[in-house]
């Protein structure tokens, strides 16, 4: 049997990278729907343990306390030991949490599971972005990114209309069992699937020889490697709006059914719908741009940077008119605005996350967005339901969710100043060429 050609750039054959990319974007999906369900069934959880807004945005913050604080050392372990692998147990660690959560009876223990999910959760993102950026060529590299950032609002549209529909049925609780199984399924497969070689730590370097000067291999210190992640102003302006997006992003879809039910008096489940149809609506919008970026860097490099400074400007913007100038008004416009800003922050997503895999050595990849979760979670998506339902308790859920929108601004401003970095901090990385398991 003739052996299938492996194209130019990619790490497998076409159609078995295609298989990976799936069953990581599957994965990538069942998480934010086992993440974000608590969205939809806040309402009824609220009404059911009498809790304030304060305590309903903890609910979510926990899952991103607990990922900053497991992130870092869960990432070295994807790095140095299996991306795949990691993959696969952590998944099964959040969906036994995810499930976990329907057996309990009050606020507390409630908390618990959630802040599982986010142990679980932790190893996930940073194995996943770095499994893409390997098994798919450089050019390709922003729109494949785009597209697994798809499945974020894709998981987030399951989480919240097939949460809220089975618990007005058969209640919360069963919500949580129903929404915890595929996630299982699908980390069985991806525990049998191919990847990357761990790649060894080290970097060439010019040294002293008899006829002169020679390349050599140089083994990374730990040093050496937490400089790699603070020492370049590219890949700290994207940490940075890693964490305004997610404190913007979390904190709105967070609270946006409830805002419906509160400010504009509808049901659960038309809240619910309300709230997901602009997230189904920029389910391209990751990969539209991702596509435009790859585009406009045949051009021009800079438009790593340059793309995301400008789409969460827009973002920014569309967000706090949403919710200060059409809060009460004209629903229509309240969801052209919205609809916009939503599209926009997603759109500039992708281009970030590929600045963590392009300016580092391609050993600590997982380890780089790891950092970059680390920012986000610690700055944005675990502070941000919190501060944000603080804000509702105390000026009223229209004033903190113009608020929440408004925070891209300072990442659209952090990455206009990092764009003048990046072509030196990406060529200060040696070239690695990456190869498959047998």
């Known amino acids: 049997m003739t052996k299938k050609q492996v194209p130019e750039g990619y ?3 076409k159609g078995y ?7 990581i974007c599957l994965l990538m999906m069942f998480d ?4 974000m369900i608590i969205s939809a069934l806040l309402p009824l959880i609220k009404a059911e343990w009498g809790l304030t807004d304060t305590q309903s945005g903890s609910l979510v913050s926990a899952v991103y306390w607990c990922m900053f604080i497991f992130v870092i050392p869960i990432s070295i372990l994807v790095d140095r030991w299996s991306r795949r692998k990691a993959m696969a147990i952590m998944s099964a660690v959040w969906g036994i949490a995810c499930a976990a959560g329907a057996m309990v009876t009050s606020y507390l223990p409630f ?4 802040s599982l999910i986010g142990v679980g959760e932790a190893a996930y993102a940073p194995a996943g972005t770095a499994t893409i950026s390997a098994i798919f060529p450089e050019k390709r590299r922003t729109v494949m990114l785009g597209i697994f950032n798809a499945f974020i609002s894709i998981g987030m549209v399951v989480g919240m209309m097939l949460g809220a529909y089975v618990a007005q049925r058969w209640g919360w609780r069963t919500a949580l069992y129903i929404v915890a199984l595929p996630g299982l399924i699908v980390s069985v497969l991806i525990y049998f699937t191919r990847e990357y070689k761990t790649v060894p730590l080290e970097q060439t370097v ?3 020889a008899a006829n002169g000067a020679e390349a050599r291999k140089q083994t990374l210190t730990k040093s050496q490697i937490i400089r790699s992640f603070f020492s370049k102003p590219s890949l700290i302006a994207a940490y940075v709006s890693f964490a305004t997006a997610s404190f913007c992003y979390v904190s709105i879809v967070t609270f946006l059914p409830t805002y419906y039910v509160r400010v504009r008096g509808v049901s659960l489940q038309m809240a619910t719908t309300m709230a997901s149809a ?3 609506l920029i389910i391209i919008a990751g990969a539209i741009g991702g596509w435009i970026v790859d585009r406009w860097m045949l051009k021009e490099l800079r438009a790593r940077l340059y793309f995301p400074c400008i789409s969460y400007t827009i973002s920014a913007i569309a967000l706090m008119c949403a919710f200060l100038l059409f809060s009460n008004g004209s629903l229509v416009w309240h969801y052209v605005f919205l609809l916009v800003g939503f599209f926009a922050a997603t759109a500039a997503g992708p281009a970030c996350m590929a600045v963590t895999q392009e300016v580092v050595h391609p050993g600590v990849r997982a380890m780089a967005y790891g950092v970059g979760l680390v920012f986000q979670h610690m700055l944005g998506s675990a502070p941000g339901p919190m501060v944000t339902g603080a804000l509702s308790d105390g000026y009223g859920m229209s004033v903190a969710m113009g608020f929440a929108g408004g925070i891209n601004m300072i990442g659209a401003l952090v990455l206009f100043i990092g764009s003048f970095y990046y072509l030196k901090d990406r060529n200060s990385v040696g070239k690695v060429t990456l190869t498959a398991e047998n």
Request: charged share 10%.
């Open 11 to 13: 790490l497998f054959t």
């Open 278 to 280: 602009p997230i189904i």
């Open 32 to 35: 934010f729907a086992s993440r």
């Open 17 to 23: 990278t295609y298989y990976v990319f799936a069953l």
């Open 111 to 114: 908390l618990v599971t959630r």
């Open 206 to 208: 010019q040294a002293p």
